[in-house]
């Protein structure tokens, strides 16, 4: 459910990328005041699995289109609706700048879209409602179910809307909407049985790294070093081999388009689209998630050793793997100076109380 830049217009890209500026600035504060920088080494691994997972496009049967999961309700969960938020930023981020994946100027909408609705709307209303006086594995799948539903059917309607606000008349409201949220509930299903399995696993083998965004509690680096381990493996090993083979069929958000105006990408205007694409384009060094895209080695064989196909999985295993190690960097550091700033805060507080 990545934007492109043609979706949107210059000031309905730029609302949104100040809304969601506006909204990683809210949880650095909240981290600063409440982060338990055990979480750290977590944001990074989960930020990379992540990655990973959306890089899986699963068929939806019978309709000819694909899905992947948001992962904005998994990360919720395991680290809290702020560093989730942060978290999902990060992952997005490096999508769009190194991969090609969703437009720079809809970057905000994007995360707002992935992000948001899940950390901030669904998780506190609807999961944490619904886990609230206990965690059982039947709790667990009915809140993951439900919130991983709703939280990717407000996705969905925000692109409807940001669509329609920008102007686009090639999608109207009615049609788009028609289109975007049945496809969407399809693939929320999928996505919350997936969330319920990671978490009930988990649960069961770490239940402070779940129980811990109920009560206030310290995360043990010893009990999560195991979780953290296997989570950075299952990351590699998504990345680096199970992203062979993805789905080649439309996701949903292209499947609708193509329904609703007989093409998935509509015609890029001049101006800022242009000048956000150019850039794009130059430092997209992974797009289309692999390093083996360009024209020449697809027309002439001969350049190519072994298959084409074997040329083309191991550039996508070699994209999925350097993609999740920058992510795991990038919030890894976003953890890193949020702990910085806090450690400070408290030092001068303790400075002036001293004064």
Same mark, same amino acid.
């Given at each position: 459910?990545?934007m492109?830049?043609a979706?949107?217009s210059?000031?309905?890209g730029g609302?949104?990328i100040a809304v969601?500026?506006?909204l990683?600035?809210?949880?650095?504060k909240?981290?600063?005041s409440?982060?338990?920088?055990?979480?750290?080494?977590?944001?990074?691994v989960?930020?990379?699995?992540i990655?990973?997972?959306?890089m899986i496009?699963?068929t939806?049967?019978g309709?000819?289109?694909?899905g992947?999961?948001?992962?904005?309700?998994?990360l919720?969960i395991?680290?809290g609706?702020?560093a989730?938020f942060?978290?999902?930023?990060?992952v997005?981020l490096?999508?769009?700048?190194?991969?090609?994946?969703?437009?720079?100027?809809?970057?905000g909408?994007?995360?707002f879209?992935l992000?948001f609705?899940?950390?901030?709307?669904v998780?506190?209303?609807i999961?944490? #409602?619904l886990t609230? =006086?206990?965690?059982?594995?039947?709790?667990?799948? %009915?809140?993951?179910?439900?919130? $991983? +539903?709703?939280g990717?059917?407000?996705?969905a309607?925000?692109?409807?809307?940001e669509?329609?606000?920008?102007g686009?008349?090639?999608?109207?409201?009615?049609s788009f909407?028609m289109m975007?949220q049945?496809?969407?509930?399809?693939?929320?299903?999928?996505?919350g049985l997936l969330t319920?399995?990671i978490v009930?696993?988990?649960w069961?083998?770490r239940?402070?790294?779940i129980e811990?965004?109920?009560?206030t509690?310290s995360?043990?680096?010893?009990?999560s070093f195991?979780?953290?381990?296997?989570?950075?493996?299952v990351?590699?090993f998504i990345?680096?081999?199970?992203s062979?083979?993805a789905?080649?069929?439309?996701?949903?958000?292209?499947?609708?388009?193509?329904k609703?105006?007989?093409?998935a990408e509509?015609k890029l205007p001049d101006?800022?689209?242009?000048?956000?694409? #150019?850039?794009?384009? =130059?430092i997209?060094?992974f797009?289309d998630?692999? %390093?083996?895209?360009?024209?020449? $080695? +697809?027309?002439?064989?001969v350049?190519?050793?072994?298959?084409?196909?074997?040329?083309?999985n191991?550039?996508?295993?070699?994209?999925?793997l350097?993609?999740g190690i920058?992510?795991f960097a990038l919030a890894?550091?976003t953890?890193?100076?949020?702990?910085?700033?806090k450690?400070r805060?408290?030092?001068?507080n303790?400075?002036?109380?001293?004064c």
């Open positions: 459910m990545h492109a830049d979706l949107l210059p000031m309905v609302t949104m969601t500026t506006g990683a600035a809210y949880s650095i909240k981290l600063q409440d982060a338990d920088s055990s979480k750290i080494p977590l944001m990074g989960m930020g990379a699995f990655f990973a997972a959306q496009n699963f939806i049967p309709t000819g289109s694909s992947h999961i948001g992962g904005g309700m998994l919720s395991l680290l609706p702020f989730g942060l978290t999902m930023l990060s997005l490096i999508q769009a700048m190194f991969f090609g994946d969703g437009g720079l100027l809809a970057i909408a994007n995360v879209n992000g609705f899940t950390c901030f709307i998780y506190p209303l999961y944490r #409602n609230r =006086k206990q965690l059982s594995q039947k709790r667990i799948f %009915i809140a993951s179910m439900a919130s $991983s +539903i709703v990717l059917q407000l996705g309607f925000g692109v409807v809307l669509t329609v606000f920008s686009k008349t090639e999608l109207p409201f009615g909407l975007m049945p496809i969407h509930l399809a693939i929320g299903i999928v996505e319920a399995t009930s696993f988990v069961k083998s239940p402070e790294m811990i965004q109920l009560p509690q995360l043990r680096k010893h009990s195991k979780i953290i381990t296997m989570l950075a493996v990351a590699i990345g680096g081999f199970v062979w083979f789905s080649e069929k439309p996701d949903g958000l292209e499947w609708s388009m193509e609703v105006a007989g093409t509509l101006g800022i689209h242009q000048f956000a694409a #150019n850039i794009q384009n =130059k997209s060094v797009s998630y692999t %390093i083996f895209h360009n024209k020449t $080695s +697809i027309e002439n064989p350049l190519v050793e072994g298959s084409i196909t074997d040329k083309i191991l550039g996508k295993s070699v994209a999925g350097f993609g920058l992510t890894i550091f953890g890193f100076l949020i702990s910085r700033f450690k805060k408290s030092k001068e303790v400075d002036v109380k001293h």
